[in-house]
């Protein structure tokens, strides 16, 4: 048994002033290190913390940059920014979300059927936030919904700017559109610089020139609570709110001419095919068609997945832009080319008549080559061979000059590579030559290069593919007289804020001076022959005509004869399937003494170029050059306010030699035989 | 001049008198009353932003304020004596209150912590944070100091059995601060160190289990604490707000309704266990040390008076309040500073509601009854 304690108040009272003692310095010691933490929160970690209270309530919404306008040289506008409406709705204040969104589809302004979507939709956004719940009314719905919006809380309508082309589906294919921006265009823009864009360029000039019209944009700070919702009266909290302007986009002058342009798509109206016009002086495309053109406004709103597919469903190819990604047989637009380069390197005597039976074989070949229609030309000269476009004479060109002179010749004059034009998406078309033909085809009995392929060429089928992009340019060399431009469709970029415009110069490539006076007075000839003779292919199209017309007209065989079969008098074109008949060609460069346009016209299926192409060509000559009293425009008349100045171009004045006599005397034949070496016009390039 | 002089010391100094006549008369300790008086002013101050300026919710406060104080002022009138002799009864209604809750209040979701006694809802853990210390001061008054191995068995399970009931509620803040109250009243008294080492490790062992078998967010608390950056958005929202509201606030504070933790919602519970966050962001370091040093004066004051009641019982009891008040804020100021695990312990005197500051002030009320009832005492 333990012994009884006694109750000792000294002793009690000692232990517990000792306790207390203890438990004062234990409370000294705690208050210490509470008073360590205070310091190393509010001293020492001061400027991270008031760092992580401004992020906290201080949030940064972009303001995005008014896309920069396109227009053409004239300052009339094909792509701006239009205030639309949409209707939004800011869940928290919407009552009863159900009935409002079915009272708004019994005003007609929500599709009925989306409404399930819709609910998804704003049930996954931020309650207060304002949620966009259609798109682009109509003035009309506008008003509609305005006389009843008493009905609806939380529902309103707010303006939103969106790309709009106002003239729609005018000059598509040179001004491209924009679209919502994809998974694809992430890849390579700066997202931070997207932020609050919605729309991108995706083709032409709005994709080409996208960095420009796209400008910088801006950025608003607001001040928001933990919920993100901004707070009415800020002043307190920050006084150091940041706003930065957005930057407009620059302004883009295309050297387009609308009025051209709108000629030259009336005049395709119906039809597929494509016309190219350019300033021979400078590569400045006039008037650019694909056809037919589709409106981009579709895109820049959000185009529908049923809406795609039917444009890209369309058997007429309406997204498909022919102008610069058609590649075609040139046909026999290729023949005043092919002439130069034999001229130049004296493999014919131009003046040396040949005879025309309306078919040619290969020296001891036996296969037959048709004339076109199996016309007997009878004797025709150079000048005549092009001016009726003579098939058989051309045959032998192409013969004499070989296919290495040919594959080495016609990339001088564009063929077989881009033409550099400055809003991208052109194809290159397609040279053959032996190395290509060794490289493309795997049947060894197809690596060879036949002689009969070579014939072909001499009338631009077989292999060769161009694009009407590349036959307007080489048009405008072959008006400049070798003068070699790259096309372009911007000539200059305007601030909106300065108004202030930079111009871009023309791109000078080089010319092709090895090519003689002589040769070419002799092919252009040929060529005003072809609209000036009355044997001439495109006499009847471009007769009465005030100004000067070199031309060419040319026939894409789309199937071989064989298939169609010799259709006599009008070559069968009103009997063969229209996906069959011949594409037509149609070149030309006026007025021919000093050109100010070249001209590129194909119309598909058309039939014979003369027939399909040259009346396009002829109205989009007649536009360019003619005032309205029918008379030739002065050269420097129609000078707008977005026409660059004069002084930017460099200073080349094409040779332009008057009309030489139709037969040049013997003596010269001699001459020029003599100078004839393998083409070494290689540096024109 | 001069008599004006003299006459208007002399009233300062008679009204002065008489204040301390009455405080003396109410059996109230005019430097702790003034403190806690302080405290509470300033706590509604800081209330009054940082409950966006509700003007409701100052007034609900002072009505809590009027409450405490009546009860200290009841509870400072009543003998030590009858305290001591109620102390069992009082644990022993506490006891079963807690077992009712348990029974009968448990029919909601999460935590079942009220007790409805007709029009008054009842919080019996509130009482147990009184009547713990009180019966453990009781057992411990009867018996020689320190205590032996069988008392403290006992002891144990005077203060376990209650706190368990509390944390199954479940309510870990309040259950710390019961057990927290209890043991100090033991520690006091003059336990070994052997033994409070020995508890220490104990604790630490029961800790680790207890991890195993903790509510959910319980657990989740715990686990935060140790790294609050895990969950930025979820569990650890609260350390590091807090921590952001009191570090911006730096020395001298953004002053007051204008910190923007606070009054944009980025600082959760602001109004009750977080307002210490507000002071610190609003007032700053300067605000924080002026509330600290009013309790480290309240707890000293406290002490002292505790130090002075001439029986066992009143000491251990004394000494419990001063000690378990200091808990109290060493808790909610290390737990929204990031020293501790977020439990739910308000800023006592500061916090908006709750029956806390009713509990805190009658506590006060009880001490200062041990203080001027001991010269009535014969010893």
């Known amino acids: 048994m333990p012994p009884v304690r006694i109750k000792d108040h000294w002793r009690e009272l000692r232990i517990f002033e000792s306790r207390a003692l203890f438990a004062g310095a234990a409370m000294a010691l705690l208050a210490l290190a509470l008073g360590g933490r205070l310091y190393l929160l509010q001293v020492v970690r001061h400027d991270y913390y008031s760092e992580l209270s401004q992020a906290n309530r201080v949030r940064t919404d972009p303001i995005p940059a008014a896309r920069g306008l396109i227009m053409d040289r004239y300052g009339e506008v094909i792509a701006s920014n239009q205030p639309t409406f949409q209707l939004e709705l800011i869940p928290d204040e919407v009552p009863d979300l159900k009935r409002s969104l079915h009272r708004l589809v019994k005003l007609g302004l929500l599709p009925g059927d989306d409404i399930p979507e819709l609910i998804r939709t704003i049930k996954s956004r931020r309650t207060f936030d304002n949620v966009p719940i259609r798109l682009h009314l109509s003035d009309e719905e506008v008003a509609r919904f305005a006389v009843r919006r008493f009905e609806f809380p939380g529902v309103d309508i707010a303006p939103q700017e969106a790309r709009w082309y106002p003239e729609g589906p005018l000059a598509v294919d040179a001004m491209g559109y924009v679209g919502t921006i994809s998974e694809k265009d992430l890849a390579h823009i700066d997202r931070a610089a997207y932020a609050g864009t919605a729309v991108i360029g995706k083709t032409g000039v709005e994709s080409a020139f996208e960095k420009k019209l796209h400008g910088t944009n801006g950025f608003q700070q607001t001040l928001v609570d933990a919920q993100g919702r901004p707070v009415p009266k800020p002043g307190v909290f920050a006084k150091d709110l940041e706003m930065k302007a957005p930057r407009p986009g620059d302004d883009v002058i295309l050297s387009l001419d609308l009025k051209i342009q709108r000629v030259a798509e009336a005049a395709l109206a119906g039809k597929e095919g494509a016309v190219v016009a350019l300033d021979p002086n400078s590569g400045d495309i006039i008037a650019l068609v694909s056809s037919p053109g589709f409106d981009p406004n579709l895109f820049a709103r959000g185009i529908t997945v049923k809406g795609y597919a039917s444009l890209e469903g369309d058997p007429n190819r309406p997204l498909y832009d022919r102008a610069l990604r058609g590649e075609y047989s040139s046909g026999s637009t290729i023949k005043p080319g092919l002439a130069l380069g034999a001229l130049t390197d004296g493999v014919i005597d131009p003046d040396k008549p040949v005879f025309c039976p309306g078919f040619y074989h290969l020296p001891g070949g036996r296969h037959i080559w048709h004339d076109a229609n199996h016309e007997h030309h009878g004797e025709v000269d150079l000048d005549h061979a092009i001016a009726r476009s003579c098939d058989v004479y051309f045959y032998g060109v192409a013969h004499e000059m070989g296919i290495d002179r040919i594959s080495a010749w016609l990339p001088l004059l564009g063929f077989g590579r881009p033409t550099g034009i400055d809003i991208g998406g052109e194809k290159p078309g397609l040279v053959p030559s032996r190395a290509w033909k060794e490289a493309h085809f795997a049947n060894p009995a197809n690596k060879v290069w036949f002689p009969g392929e070579t014939v072909n060429l001499g009338i631009g089928q077989g292999y060769f593919l161009v694009t009407p992009l590349q036959l307007a340019h080489y048009a405008s060399i072959l008006a400049s007289r070798g003068h070699v431009w790259r096309p372009r469709m911007v000539t200059g970029l305007r601030n909106p804020e300065t108004g202030r415009i930079e111009w871009l110069p023309p791109v000078y490539e080089g010319d092709l001076s090895n090519i003689s006076a002589d040769s070419w007075q002799r092919v252009v000839h040929g060529m005003i022959g072809a609209t000036t003779y009355p044997n001439g292919t495109a006499y009847a199209q471009m007769r009465g005509s005030v100004y000067t017309i070199a031309g060419k007209t040319g026939t894409d065989q789309v199937v071989n004869e064989s298939v169609t079969g010799n259709l006599g008098e009008d070559n069968g074109f009103s009997k063969i399937k229209e996906q069959y008949r011949d594409n037509a060609w149609f070149i030309a460069f006026a007025p021919a003494e000093a050109p100010r346009i070249a001209v590129a016209v194909i119309v598909e299926h058309a039939g014979f170029g003369s027939m399909g192409a040259a009346p396009v060509a002829r109205k989009v000559m007649d536009a360019y050059l003619l005032g309205p009293d029918g008379k030739v425009l002065l050269p420097a008349a129609p000078r707008g306010p977005y026409s660059e100045p004069s002084d930017i171009r460099p200073k080349v004045v094409p040779s332009l030699p008057a009309l030489p006599p139709p037969t040049p005397p013997a003596s010269q034949q001699v001459a020029d035989r003599g100078r004839s070496q393998p083409a070494s016009a290689r540096h024109a390039r | ?379």
């Open chain 2, 1 to 379: 001049m001069i008599y004006e002089e003299v006459s208007s010391e002399s009233r300062t100094r008679r009204t002065l008198t008489g204040a301390a006549r009455v405080l003396s008369a109410l059996r109230m300790d005019g430097p702790l009353v003034t403190g806690l008086a302080l405290t509470a002013a300033y706590g509604l101050v800081v209330l009054y932003s940082a409950s966006a300026e509700s003007l409701p919710m100052v007034l609900r406060t002072v009505m809590r304020l009027v409450l405490g104080t009546a009860a200290m002022l009841a509870l400072a009138r009543v003998s030590p004596n009858f305290l001591r002799r109620t102390s069992p009864w009082l644990y022993a209604i506490g006891v079963v209150l807690l077992l009712a809750v348990a029974v009968v209040g448990h029919r909601g979701l999460g935590a079942q912590r009220w007790l409805s006694l007709g029009p008054i809802r009842f919080q019996p853990s509130e009482l147990m944070k009184l009547a713990v210390p009180m019966m453990c001061a009781w057992y411990l008054h009867e018996r020689p100091l320190p205590p032996r191995w069988p008392n403290l068995l006992l002891l144990g399970l005077i203060i376990v059995a209650p706190a368990a009931l509390v944390a199954k509620e479940p309510d870990l803040g309040t259950a710390a601060l019961i057990a927290a109250a209890g043991l100090l009243v033991v520690f006091l008294a003059g336990l070994r160190v052997q033994v409070i080492i020995g508890m220490l490790l104990i604790g630490v062992a029961a800790a680790w289990f207890g991890l195993r078998f903790m509510h959910g967010y319980q657990r989740q608390r715990l686990l935060t604490f140790l790294n609050p950056q895990s969950d930025p958005l979820g569990a650890g929202y609260h350390i590091i707000q807090s921590q952001i509201a009191i570090g911006s606030g730096g020395v001298f504070g953004k002053g007051w309704m204008n910190g923007s933790q606070a009054q944009l919602d980025f600082l959760p519970e602001r109004t009750t266990d977080f307002i210490f966050a507000v002071i610190g962001e609003e007032f700053g370091l300067l605000g924080l040390a002026v509330l600290l040093l009013l309790y480290a004066f309240i707890i000293g004051r406290s002490l002292y008076l505790a130090v002075q009641t001439p029986d066992t019982f009143s000491r251990l009891l004394g000494g419990s309040v001063a000690l378990t008040f200091f808990v109290y804020v060493f808790i909610n100021a290390g737990m929204v500073t990031g020293l501790l695990p977020v439990v739910g312990v308000p800023l006592p005197l500061v916090s908006y509601g709750g029956s806390s500051v009713v509990t805190v002030l009658a506590g006060f009320g009880i001490l200062m009854s041990l203080h001027a009832h001991r010269k009535l005492m014969g010893s």
